[in-house]
Nanobody
Framework: QVQLQESGGGSVQAGDSLSLACTVS????????MAWFRQAPGLEREFVAA???????HYSNTVKGRFTISRSNGKATIYLSANSLTPEDTAVYYCAAGIRRLTTPITSSGAYTYWGQGTQVTVST
């Protein structure tokens, strides 16, 4: 059984930085595309960033240049380094994993089979 566990959420001030981590147990981590999504109150879940099994990364336009996604196959963990945070970044952040299939964009939630429970990130002014 594949399980994902996020950590690192919290409350910060605008302009601050925050790092999230997601550790995967079960499955074959090195073969997974991994991603972060987020969902703010009243809004749909949106793509944030992804890193494929070959370390190629993808970012949403809203976080490009501010967030960095990375992975450690040895630790079966992905990371999200978030800088210059704004109140608009406030959301529950979810980690996702899946076997990459070219028929589904890596930015789509449909590309991922396994999901974590989420971790809250709150950015105040």
């Amino acid at each position: 059984q594949v399980q994902l566990q996020e950590s690192g959420g919290g409350s910060v001030q605008a302009g601050d930085s925050l790092s999230l981590a997601c550790t995967v147990s079960g499955g074959t981590f090195s073969s997974y595309a991994m991603a972060w999504f987020r969902q703010a109150p009243g809004l749909e879940r949106e793509f944030v960033a992804a890193v494929n099994w070959d370390d190629v990364t993808h970012y949403s336009n809203t976080v490009k240049g501010r967030f960095t996604i990375s992975r450690s196959n040895g630790k079966a963990t992905i990371y999200l380094s978030a800088n210059s945070l704004t109140p608009e970044d406030t959301a529950v952040y979810y980690c996702a994993a899946g076997i990459r299939r070219l028929t589904t964009p890596i930015t789509s939630s449909g590309a991922y089979t396994y999901w974590g429970q989420g971790t809250q990130v709150t950015v105040s002014t």
